[in-house]
Structure formats: structure tokens, C-alpha cells
């Protein structure tokens, strides 16, 4: 027994001493950094277990959610906070302009200048209304260095009556001017005052007229207005003139068409004309026909329509028929900054002495009227607001006229007439194309200080005329007004007109000449201040032509100098 466990532990001992040694010698003989592979390693990865994505309940019963009910308990609750009380800001009002329905203006000034007005307007009743003018302006002359006299009076007054009811509004009116005006542009170099002082060239003007107009309501007729005057001079000439327009819309396959329709009736007579004593007599009478369509789109308004216009001289017991195109667009490229606007135009114009005479007061009454064929004008130009207080315009023009009629000095043949030394005017008629370019500017502050400032430029082609006769190539305007306070205000108007050409014919002398005349272009500056007294009554003072330059509108004719005046106007209620 003993020796089986001796045995047994002689075994385990021995196996005990050999295990240390070979860890011993493994020990010795391992080589840091270097493993030797017996067999690759593949490794495995063993199934995961999944959860279902809707698991089965096996729970015998289902628990279901109670409702809940939320009970709130309001009590007021005492508090000692008081808000302060608003207070409105103060906003400065301005002083309520009283305004009247009359006023009388008188003034007087150097050349013996008179100057007066009289307004009057009364409310009949709450839809009656009636109005009168009365105006005078006159001046005793007094330019240096001419032969002849230079007074000139002007004197006008006018009757409206208003009535505005619901359905139609109309009024009627008349008027009656007296004008006189001197051929005192004779040659100084020419003619000697002896020769002046046996001359009458005094002449005045007559004008009588009768006005209505009827504005419908809710009807396919707008409005339809009448003319009828009656012009004549102390010359034994004279003229009528009738007119009517008619204006309404035509509703056309559920469109609307603007429509106007003209008449227009003119006949006059001079005893003779320049050269002889052949009477001149004209008349003639034309009907117009203008449809439009307007079509809007977006940033588009396009009209588009014709004019259409039947001529019948009844002098010569002639008809003849036109048409011209009316077409113009406006465009707005950027709101209201940048409007882009064009179109093409024509129409006949009629051409009256009465027109003439108010151009220029010193042409003869020995003239040969006829109308004007303007065959088209276009145009193109840009315009908009820069801001909220300052607005542009630019624009070019071609123009094409037949038959237009240009103002130029009559000739020298010192005949019995007081007019026929070359202090008068007539017209002669050429086929003209006209180029122009122009650009405004418009600021206004506050609606205290108002400025507008505008220049034009002008390029003319003439067929038989070797000129186009006292037409400027430059013209540029500034006005202005200034309400410096409550009392006090000022404005002030200035002028450019470049050259001109006209002509001077004097074929009775022993060596006949004719020549063109170039008349210097002229600068005129005119200002006033004012000054409110009370409600009622204001002061004023006006200057004009301030340069001082007496220059020549039309040729041998030289405006007066430096011009002062001085007056008040008094407004009132009847």
C-alpha cells in the first residue's frame, strides 16, 4: 500500500519537475517580435437573436387608459399696479387757408403799364353756378430808338354759366376781346420820322364767342362740347369759325371703343391782298372720324386706332379725304421710375387768322389761309419719378407737315398801305420735317417750392423755302415758385430762344435785294414777389425782361426794356 502511494507520488513529482523545465526552456527561446503561423484564423459569427417587430401580447387582460378630467379654479387676486394714462403727441396743424370766390387785381407800372383783373363767382343754388372776367392790359409804349408808336392794349371779358345735375352736367359761356397793337417795325435806316409821322399803322383785333359743353352720365356718349367766334379787324376783314366735338364709346363685340367725331367750319374774307386789291376769300369745312382701342396688359397700355378726316373747300367746291394713324404705348419698365412711352400721329389742322394774329400781332390782313396736313408724328421717349418730389421727361420727335404755314416779314413796296413798309407779316406754306429732341425736369417741395425746367432742340428740313422762317433751334424755359412763408412768396420765369431766320425783300429799289436776316436769340428773365397782407389782401411786384436786352421777337420789332410793376389783389365774398 504504502509503495502504490509512493509510486503515485514519485510520478507526480517527476511530471511536476519536467513541466517547469520545458516552461523554463520555452521561456529561453521565445523571439520578441516575431510569430510564427501555423494555421490562418477564420473567425465566425454565431446567429443573433431578432425580436419580432410586433410582439404578441399574452397577458390575460388589457389594461384601457383612464380619462382624466382637469378642473381649473380662478380667483381674482388683488393688485395695486396702475398704468400710466397716453398721452397723444402734439402734431402742429396748419393754419386754415381761408378761400373766397372773388378777387380784383390792379397794377401800374413803367411804359405807363396798367394791369387789372376782376373775378367774380356766385352759387346759384346747390347745382347753379355763374362766373365772370374782366382783364386789362395795357402799356403807352416807349421803346428807344423807334420811329413809330409801340402802345399796345389788351382787354377781354367772359360769362359762364354751370349746372351739374345727377344724370348730365353742361354749361354755356361767352366772351368778347379787344386788342391793339401798332406796325411800328419799320427800317430806321431806311425811312427817316418824317416819313414815319405820315404813317397810321394803329390796328386792333375783335373777338366774340360762344362756348357750351354737356358731360353725360352712364351713357354711350361722354361728352359733346360747341364753338362758335367770330373774329374780325379794322381792316374790313373777318372770319367764322364752328365747331363740335362728340365724344363716347362704341361698344364692339364686348370691346369698347373710344370714339370722337369732329366737325370743324371756318370762312373769312380780306378786302385784298398784298399786292393788289383782289379780295381773298376762304372756306372750307371738315368732318374727323378717330376710333381707338385700348388694350392693357400687365405693365402694357396700347392704343391703337385711326383718324380719319373728310376736307371740303368750298371755295374751290373740292373734297378730299385723309387718314392717319393715332397709335401710342406706354410701357412701365421700373414702377413708376422708368415709363417707356411711344406712338405715331397725324391729323389736319386747321389753319385760322384768328390763330395767326394771336402768334404774332403784326401780321397783315392780307393773308392766305389753308389748313395743314401733318402726315404723321412719332415719337419715343422715357419718363418717371427720380423720387417722390422729382419727375423727368425725354423724348425726340420727327415730324412730317405739308402745307405748313411759316410767319415771314412782308415785303418793302411803301405802297398807300401803312402796312406795306416792311413793318408787317404773312405767311407763306411749305412742306416741313421737323426733328426734335427735348427733356424736362419737374421738382416739387413740400408744395412750398415748385421748379420746372425744360429744353428743346429743333432740326428742320424745308422743300421750296430756303429757311424755315422764324422757327428757333433752341428753345429752354425754368419757372418757378416760392412760398417763402406765410406772407411772403416769389416766383420767377426765364426764357431762351436761340436763332431764327427771316427774310428781307425790298424789290422796288433801283437794285432789288433779298435777303435772309438772322435775328441773335435772346435771353428774358421775369420774376415777382408777393407779400399777404391779411387774408384778404396782398401786395406784388413784378419785373420783366430783366436782362434789360431789347431784342427782337420777329424782325424791326424790339420789345421794351426793363419792365416794373407794382399793384394788390383784394379777395372777397358777395
Known amino acids: 500500500m504504502f509503495n502504490k502511494k509512493q509510486q503515485i507520488l514519485s510520478i507526480a513529482l517527476s511530471l511536476m519537475v519536467s513541466l517547469a523545465f520545458a516552461q523554463e526552456r520555452e521561456q529561453d527561446t521565445l523571439r520578441p517580435g516575431v510569430i510564427d503561423v501555423v494555421k490562418p484564423y477564420t473567425p465566425t459569427i454565431s446567429d443573433a437573436f431578432k425580436v419580432k417587430e410586433a410582439p404578441v401580447l399574452d397577458d390575460d387582460e388589457t389594461l384601457t387608459k383612464k380619462k382624466i378630467e382637469y378642473n381649473i ?10 398704468p400710466a394714462k397716453g398721452k397723444a403727441a402734439v402734431v402742429d396743424k396748419a393754419k386754415r387757408v381761408k378761400l373766397f370766390n372773388n378777387y380784383a387785381t390792379l397794377g401800374v407800372g413803367s411804359y405807363t403799364t396798367v394791369l387789372g383783373e376782376v373775378y367774380l363767382n356766385h352759387e346759384l343754388s346747390r347745382d347753379e353756378n355763374i362766373s365772370a372776367y374782366v382783364g386789362h392790359h395795357s402799356s403807352g409804349g416807349g421803346i428807344d430808338d423807334v420811329l413809330l408808336d409801340d402802345n399796345f392794349m389788351d382787354s377781354k371779358m367772359t360769362l359762364n354759366y354751370a349746372n351739374k345735375g345727377r344724370d348730365l352736367s353742361w354749361n354755356v359761356g361767352g366772351g368778347f376781346q379787344f386788342q ?46 360747341v364753338l362758335f367766334r367770330r373774329f374780325g379787324d379794322n381792316q374790313g376783314s ?47 369745312f371738315q368732318v374727323g372720324f378717330t376710333p381707338t382701342y385700348q388694350l392693357k396688359q400687365d405693365d402694357l397700355t396700347l392704343d391703337i386706332g385711326i383718324t380719319a378726316t373728310l376736307l371740303n373747300n368750298t371755295e374751290a367746291s373740292e373734297s378730299k379725304f385723309y387718314i392717319y394713324p393715332n397709335i401710342e404705348a406706354t410701357y412701365r419698365v421700373v414702377d413708376e421710375i422708368v415709363i417707356a412711352f411711344g406712338g405715331i400721329k397725324g391729323g389736319l389742322i386747321q389753319n385760322s387768322y384768328h390763330d395767326y394774329a394771336n402768334l404774332n400781332p403784326f401780321v397783315s390782313p ?3 389761309i389753308a389748313p395743314t396736313d401733318k402726315q404723321y408724328d412719332a415719337f419715343l421717349g422715357v ?15 420727327y415730324k412730317a407737315e405739308k402745307n405748313k404755314g411759316l410767319i415771314i416779314n412782308n415785303d418793302i413796296t411803301a405802297t398807300e398801305e401803312d402796312y406795306t413798309y416792311g413793318n408787317s407779316f404773312g405767311v407763306v406754306y411749305d412742306n416741313v420735317n421737323t426733328f426734335s429732341f427735348s427733356g424736362g425736369l419737374n421738382v416739387d417741395l413740400n408744395r412750398n417750392f415748385t421748379l420746372g425746367v425744360k429744353g428743346e432742340y429743333f432740326a428742320y428740313n424745308t422743300d421750296a423755302e430756303a429757311e424755315a422762317w422764324n422757327l428757333p433751334g433752341i428753345k429752354v424755359s425754368v419757372l418757378t415758385d416760392y412760398q417763402i412763408t406765410d406772407q411772403w412768396f416769389a416766383g420767377a420765369n426765364l426764357f431762351f430762344v436761340g436763332e431764327r431766320k427771316d427774310l428781307y425783300t425790298a424789290p422796288n429799289l433801283i437794285t432789288p435785294l433779298t435777303t435772309v436776316v438772322d435775328l441773335d436769340s435772346y435771353f428774358d428773365i421775369n420774376a415777382n414777389v408777393g407779400y399777404h397782407i391779411n387774408d384778404r389782401l396782398s401786395v406784388f411786384a413784378k419785373g420783366n425782361n430783366l436782362v434789360g436786352e431789347t431784342y427782337q421777337k420777329w424782325q424791326n420789332t424790339p420789345v421794351q426794356g426793363i419792365q416794373v410793376l407794382a399793384g394788390a389783389t383784394y379777395k372777397f365774398d358777395l
Open 73 to 82: 379654479f380662478s380667483f381674482p387676486v388683488a393688485s395695486t399696479f396702475t
Open 366 to 368: 392780307t393773308l392766305f
Open 180 to 225: 391793339n397793337y401798332n406796325w411800328y417795325g419799320i427800317q430806321q435806316g431806311l425811312y427817316t420820322q418824317s416819313t414815319a409821322d405820315s404813317l397810321d399803322v394803329s390796328h386792333n383785333f375783335t373777338t366774340a364767342h360762344i362756348t357750351g359743353d354737356i358731360r353725360f352720365e352712364e351713357s354711350y356718349v361722354d361728352d359733346i362740347s
Open 238 to 284: 373777318g372770319e367764322n369759325r364752328v365747331t363740335a366735338k362728340i365724344g363716347g364709346v362704341i361698344p364692339v363685340a364686348d370691346e369698347a371703343i373710344s370714339t370722337v367725331v369732329n366737325f370743324d367750319y371756318l370762312s373769312g374774307s380780306f378786302e385784298r391782298n398784298y399786292y393788289t386789291n383782289t379780295a381773298i376769300d376762304y372756306s372750307n
Open 383 to 397: 419718363k418717371g419719378k427720380i423720387s417722390n418730389t422729382m419727375s423727368y421727361t425725354v423724348s425726340g420727335n
